[in-house]
Every structure is written in C-alpha cells, then in structure tokens.
C-alpha cells in the first residue's frame, strides 16, 4: 500500500461528567487522531494516550512527538508498508505502545477499507452485537454513586465497574449490593492504588460476588499480584500490566489473574491484542475489552475486537453519550445492553467532518 501523507489531528472533547479514578479526575479528552491517505483509500486511528502521563508513561503530545519525529519518517523510508509490518517497521523504537497502536491502526482501517473488508470480520470476529458494561468513577459521595448506577443500570448496562482506591472501596461496594441485590454483574479497578499490604482490606470486599478486582497493585508486581490472588477469592484481572501477549502468557503462568482486560492501545495494536486474546483462550483465561474514553472511531475498533470469540465478559465500551454529547462519529447507540459490531469496510464508521473541524485544536499533515 503506498501512503501519500499522514494527518495528525488534534481534538479537544469535553466529556459529559468528569470521571475520577485513583491517579485522578478527567473532564476532557484531548484526542489525536491518525488519518493515514493512500492512493486507494484513507484510514483512521485514535490515539487513546491520557494527557498526562499518569495511567501510563505515555501522554498525548508525547505520542505525537514520537510519532511525527520518530515513526512517520521510518514508515515513509520502508519500501513497502502493511498493517502487518508496522509492528516490525517501529520494533527498533522502544516503547510507546499507545502511540504505535494509533499508526497501525489507522494503516490497517486504510488497508481494511481498500479491501472492502470490516475491522470485525479481518480481526475474526463471531458476532455482529456484543454486550457491554459500564465503568463508574469515583464520586462526591456513595449516594450521587448509586444514583448513578442505578440509572445506568435503568439503561440497560449488563455490567457495572466501580473505580475504587484506598478510603472508597467496601463502602461503596456495599451500598451498590445493598440497593441492587446480587443480580448485577459489578467489578472494582483499583488503577495500581493498593500494595500487598492491603490484602485484608481488599478482602473484604469478597462477600460482594464481584466479577474481579482489576489491577489493584503496581503495573510491574506480578509477583504481588500472584500472593494477592492467593489470599483472595475474588478473580485478579490485570489491565496495566499486561503489555503483550507474552506478559500475558507470564502473569497467567505466575497466577498473578485468571481474567485480562484487553487494550488495544497498551498492548501496541489491535494485531498484538489479537495475541493476547489468542494466548488467553489457550489458557482458559475470559477477556473483556478495556477502554481509555475514546471517540466512536477507537470505540468502532473496540467494538469489532469485543466480538473476538474468548471476549466473554463485558467490556467498557459504553455508548457514546455516556462519554459526549456529541461524537465525532455516528453515535454509538445502547441495544438491549449492547452495541451492534459496525459491518461497513474498516472501522464501518468516519468521522463526521463538521464535528471534527469544531472540535479540532490542531492539524498537522506530512507528507510522504
Ligand atoms: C481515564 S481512565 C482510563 C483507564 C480505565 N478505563 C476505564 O475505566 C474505562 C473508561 C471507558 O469507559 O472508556 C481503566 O483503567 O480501565
Ligand atoms: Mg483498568
């Protein structure tokens, strides 16, 4: 495929509610998109790095740095370029997954739309709608929280996740059962907040039949996460520390979870996230797709990998008005619980060009 330039955008989205996790509070979401043009067809990838380095190390305006100075001049030196050697095209690049993610995104939804061929239906996808959940922050206080699930749960989400840290964790927990009874499908993500020696604290929050605990110690502590999970009845499941299908294979091995949230964007690509699916299923490990606040274009990503056969959880692919009033794309619409799988060439999805120009900040094009 021959690129002839490549956009990097810049958006700024103010979400509906600000959405606070343990390493902070989030009200807007500066997006870059990737927009890859080729002679037969353009393609789109979202960036989905924080604005600060504080879920990862990467950032956004890091990510563009490292993808305008570093990845785009090796990719317009390469003879021939696919989705399927960007990995190897970036690999002498270390790190940044996030933004490495984005490039081969958006070369693959290009290649994937020349092709006349869905993201869902190229990634091996079983089904054309996938039930989703719902991912809650932390709030003001644990009644506006049960007002809230509750009114998510009116909508219709098959699951419920309660962000939770050291001082907001059994109480809220508690009070979500207590109004809700057991039918509800509920989870925490601790976002890293806890140490080993929280262990009696995170076990009270057994009693609860939670799906999982999501990645309650440091991203780098297999280890403690392998004595954590045996000192607890309820599933570990990692998020941050799993950055490839081989840290996968490790933590799964070590017993550190027996459940993996799948992002894209951590693992490198929508390709390595195809691995780590891959190497779970191998394991008997159920994954579900995490999600970083995205646009309807990495949400149609998400979407199409969430329908991969071992995604037998509910992922945190919300509908789009439960991020923004307005998304760049057609909206994302809640469906008995779900989101229906987009079925058009790509991403099945594009963003529409008045809303992105009114929420563009910044374009940069380079040519190839
Ligand atoms: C700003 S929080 C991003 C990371 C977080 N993501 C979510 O909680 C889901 C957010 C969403 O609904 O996209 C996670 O650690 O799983
Ligand atoms: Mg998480």
Redesign the pocket.
Known sequence: MKISGVELRRLSMTLRSP?E?S?GV?TERDILLVRVVTEEAEGWGECAA?SEPV?SSEHINGAQDVIRRFFLPRLAAAPHVTSALVAQILAPFKGHPIAKAAVEAAVLDAELRAAGTSFGDHLGAVRSWVPVG??V?IMPSVAELVDTVGGYLDQGYRRI?L?IKPGWDVEPVRAVRERFGEAPLLQV?A?TAYTLGDAQRLAALDPFDLLLI??PLPEDDIGGHAALARLLHTPICL??SIVSARSAAEAIALGACRIV?I?PARVGGYLEARRVHDVCAANGVPVWC?????TGIGRAANVALAALPNFTLPG???ASE??FERDITEPFVLRDGGLDVPQGPGLGVTPDPVLLDEFTTATDWIDF
């Open positions: 959405f996790t390493f989030v924080m879920y719902v991912s922050g996740k962000k993500d976002n999501e990645q998020d941050e949230n992002k995490g999600g970083m606040l995205e945190d692919i919300s439960r991020y």
